[in-house]
């Protein structure tokens, strides 16, 4: 863009070369006309608010900017204070959308309106009967695996001592064997 300006404003001072006696290099006051006879034409550059010397001289040093494939190039400046979140929201920003005066629903209102009855918490209890039948629902599921864990042992201990008194009483007839066999006067075995 900035190129493409300053290739025109080049052909256009190319042009017209300035007439012999006028400087060019200051401006043209408003108030000050130039003179021109009858069969002389008005100097163009002589109205311009622009040095054409100095765009000259500008056009003839290498640009800044080198542009490569074609691609282009916009650069911005922008001159002013850097704005807060104040300017851009306001200074209420901070008391949010509802006012605090009566007759505004507050967020559990609006729950209450929008959340069917099924859906919500406990729906067939209050929130404190609810944690009143969470609280008991978990007080007995603990008694219930501990009564479990202690009929667990509870059997387990019975099948020890059953075998304990099996394995005695396998004992007992074994010794009363060996009583027998040495009564009858069989060699011991």
């Known amino acids: 863009m900035i190129f493409l300006l300053s290739v025109l404003l080049s052909a256009s001072v190319a042009a017209v070369p300035p007439q012999s006696g006028q400087s060019t290099s200051a ?13 002389e034409s008005p100097d163009p550059s002589a109205s311009l608010p622009v ?11 290498p640009p800044a900017v080198r542009l490569e494939d074609n691609r282009f190039v916009f650069r911005v400046e922008v001159i002013g204070r850097k704005l807060t979140i104040e300017d851009i929201l306001g200074p209420d920003y901070l008391k949010g959308p509802m006012p605090a005066v009566a007759g505004g629903f507050t967020h559990q209102e609006f729950l209450d ?25 978990f007080a007995t599921s603990f008694a219930l695996q501990a009564l479990q864990k202690a009929i667990h042992k509870f059997q387990d201990a019975k099948q020890e001592r059953d075998r304990e008194a099996a394995r005695k009483e396998v004992q007992d007839a074994l010794a009363e064997l060996e009583k027998a066999r040495v009564k009858a006067g069989l060699p011991p075995k």
Do not use: C, H, M, W
């Open 113 to 137: 309106l929008v959340t069917p009855k099924d859906v919500q918490g406990y729906a067939a209890f209050t929130n404190g009967e609810g944690l009143t039948v969470a609280a008991t629902s």
């Open 51 to 61: 040095s054409l010397d100095r765009i000259k001289q500008s056009l003839s040093r």
């Open 27 to 39: 401006p043209a006051s408003p108030d000050a006309s130039p003179q021109t006879s009858q069969d």
